[in-house]
């Protein structure tokens, strides 16, 4: 069992939702990414994703694309954010971690190579914005025959087609982008994404999760009332560049804790109705 199945497993059975934050690799500097990711989970992360920089992120708003400019002065690459995953698993065997990021890198290395490159450095899920699942099947069954899942992305405009599509070569989770654009903007509509998600969650047989717009704990209680995860990454960014840097760490930790004291919160609510 995949560490990310294991993880929602576990979820459900308490009647918890996971919380999944996103940063960058490598953003504000590649010192601090280890850090950073060891801060996400001791202010409450289940899963983490980590952003693989990249020149031209399509789909991400202006705060994950300072993230990447960042990142990448420092010449943080691919086999560098292996690294880092290697270096975190070293010291947690427990939470899982998906790379997020664009087609580039992975086809400049191999997709052999990086399926084999990101097993043995512990990763767990892999989530390529640009690879659409009707049009990936290969690089699918090679993350999923080297133990890694592959994610994909559902919209408001996906149709029941793509949904199957997904259900086809995806596995772990299935991230939902909840606004029509791209990440940070944009309010959210939370009646549609309840109106959505029962229907995907059936057609998709897997665990969803929702990002884009969530800021803050009262939008993610109202994401996790329907969604089986919660996705945040603009609003950490924006944590990170507006705190000292010696402060950074403290800040996303303390930040994260109270979207999982929101999200925990919604439990012990429900349970206290049965």
């Known amino acids: 069992m995949s560490r990310i199945k294991n993880t929602f497993d576990k979820l459900a059975g308490r009647g918890r939702k996971a919380l999944i934050p ?45 993230a990447s400019e960042r990142a990448l002065r420092h010449g943080v690459s ?17 939470t899982p971690v998906v790379l997020m ?75 939902y982008v909840s606004l029509k654009g791209v990440t940070g903007a944009g309010h959210l509509d939370f009646e549609e994404v309840a109106r959505r998600i029962p229907a ?4 998709v047989g897997m665990p969803v999760g929702v990002g884009f717009g969530i800021r803050d704990a009262e939008s993610a209680r109202r994401i996790a009332k329907v969604a089986d995860a919660v996705v945040i990454g603009s609003r950490i960014i924006e944590e990170i560049e507006r705190s000292p840097r010696d402060q950074a760490t403290a800040n996303v930790r303390d930040f994260l804790s109270g979207i999982r004291g929101a ?9 206290a109705i049965k």
């Not at 400049?108 to 512990?122: K, L, N, P, V, W």
């Not at 133990?147 to 070569?169: C, H, K, M, N």
């Open 22 to 66: 996103f940063i960058t690799a490598g953003d504000p500097d590649p010192a601090l990414t280890l850090p950073l990711m060891r801060a996400l989970v001791a202010g409450g992360a289940d899963i983490i994703e980590l952003g693989v920089p990249f020149s031209d992120p399509m789909a991400d708003g202006p705060t994950i694309q300072r």
């Open 78 to 94: 691919l086999r560098q954010v292996l690294a880092i995953v290697r270096e975190f698993r070293a010291g947690d065997v427990d």
């Open 101 to 175: 990021g664009y087609a580039n890198p992975i086809e400049a290395m191999g997709a052999g190579a990086f399926a084999a490159e990101a097993r043995q450095a512990g990763v767990d899920g892999v989530l390529v914005v640009d690879y659409p699942p009707e049009e990936c099947a290969d690089f699918a069954a090679t993350l999923s025959s080297a133990g890694i899942d592959p994610i994909f992305l559902l919209a408001p405009t996906s149709t029941e087609q793509r949904f199957g599509q997904v259900a086809a070569v995806g596995r772990g989770y299935i991230y």
């Open 200 to 203: 995907i969650r059936q057609k």
């Open 263 to 271: 999200l925990d919160e919604l439990a012990v609510a429900r349970e």
